[in-house]
């Protein structure tokens, strides 16, 4: 991989104190399970929810993908670690942007996959992909003009988020930015994901707004971009 392994930050005990081993391990379950194209086994009246059926035929997923790059879209030459980035560099048009992908991904299946497949797609802005959760980044400090977090911030407490904030301030070059998105309680389709997903294997936290902007602020963040989508709200913090 293209970090200098000198320069991470200890994490030789992590797998034995870590407090968020647990949680990080059951998200991971449950899109290890997705990626493998396993069954999942929900109850009747789960499977009779319009939002279940979307999520099955795929519907689903264009309505909840946050467009990071509409509001930070990533720069030629600029260096991105994309946190739990499953398998987007596959997917979102890096090789248009000409920016460096770096990742940092909790399912193995998408790491692997990543890692067999992205130098293949281009070998130049493919840096690889590194197993951990959001809140221990194996990067060097001040090495990212970028970092995006999409698609994950509901599965983990507001806790949980004041660590994944203090290293991404940390990996971050000065003036950089950090993209990443919320699911919005107060949307019609919000509880009903949470209930659903709950049955998929990984718990839902609805928390309030306000109480995001809180922690953003907290940790030295100002908010200067915000988008609504139909369940998750995309934030630009600087």
Known sequence: MSNKSSQKPNTSNIHHSDKWQMRVAQVAYRFNRQYENQ???VPAEVQAMPIYREWMSGILSAKIVSSF?????PQKN??????GCGVSFLIYPWRDWQAYFYGQEISTVARNTLNSRGSQLNSKLFKGVELGGAHQLNYSSNQFDLVIATGFSCYFPLEYWNAVLVEVKRVLKPGGQFVFDILNP??????DWAVMETYLGAE???EPIAEWEKIIKAAGGKVIARQSGELFDLYKVR
């Open 39 to 41: 069954s999942f086994e």
């Open 78 to 83: 600029q260096h991105c670690l994309d946190i």
């Open 204 to 206: 839902v936290f609805l």
């Open 186 to 191: 107060e949307k019609p389709l919000a509880v």
């Open 69 to 73: 790059w509409e509001i930070a879209q």
